[in-house]
């Protein structure tokens, strides 16, 4: 998979990945505070596509888990 660089140097694979993990962390704040799935009020009528949803999201967190260190300018310091 080619990843293009964005000018302030962010692929766009690491934006996807960030925006999904964003995405994940308000419906789990969501699902623990109100019991509201806000992922499974939307997409609802599509079990599979709500299930790839989750999926991308564990994977977007493990992809952020594994490049933190080489893209976080304050980790970069350490």
């Not at 302030?8 to 990945?17: K, L, Q």
């Not at 991308?56 to 080489?70: D, E, I, M, N, P």
Request: net charge positive.
């Amino acid at each position: 998979m080619k990843m293009t660089k964005r000018m302030d140097g962010m692929s766009t694979v690491h934006i996807v990945a960030f925006v999904l993990v964003i995405v994940g962390g308000i419906n789990w704040g969501l699902l623990g505070m109100f019991g509201y799935n806000m992922v499974h009020m939307i997409l609802w009528m599509y079990p599979m596509l709500e299930q790839i949803v989750y999926i991308l999201v564990g994977l977007s967190a493990f992809y952020l888990l594994a490049t933190h260190k080489r893209d976080c300018m304050a980790c970069a310091r350490m």
